[in-house]
Structures are given as C-alpha cells and as structure tokens.
C-alpha cells in the first residue's frame, strides 16, 4: 500500500474552500454560511446568511 499523500500540506488546492485530506483523497468545504462544492466551483453565500448580515448592518447604522 502507498502511503498517503497530503494534498493539503503545501498549497490549498481548494479554489475557494478550506482543504481537508482524507486517505487517497482531499475535500474542501465552504466557510460557515455559504454553500457550494468549494473544489471546483464558488462557495456562495447563504441567501439567510445575507438576510442576516443586511438586518445586522442596518441596525448598526440605525442604532
């Protein structure tokens, strides 16, 4: 059996995700809030997550 290689260690090959390694493998995931694959295509924000952080600057600017 090879050893594993950790695809991680030395550049984020995860083009918008954080990188994790897994045996013979990576995967990335998103950042909390967002969705998506993070390794091929974009991690998008949750449309709640914007709801949420548009509420949050209105009321700071009120308030």
């Known amino acids: ?3 594993d ?3 991680c260690e030395n550049e ?3 083009k918008h995700g954080t990188c994790k390694n897994i045996p013979g493998n ?3 995931q998103c950042p909390f ?3 998506g ?4 295509g974009p991690c998008t924000i949750n449309t ?3 709801i949420m952080i548009s509420i949050g600057a209105i009321i700071f600017f009120v308030a």
């Open 5 to 7: 290689i950790n695809e």
């Open 26 to 28: 990576y995967t990335c």
């Open 1 to 3: 059996m090879a050893p």
């Open 12 to 14: 984020n090959p995860c």
């Open 48 to 50: 709640a997550s914007k």
């Open 33 to 35: 809030g967002h969705h």
């Open 37 to 40: 694959d993070g390794k091929v």
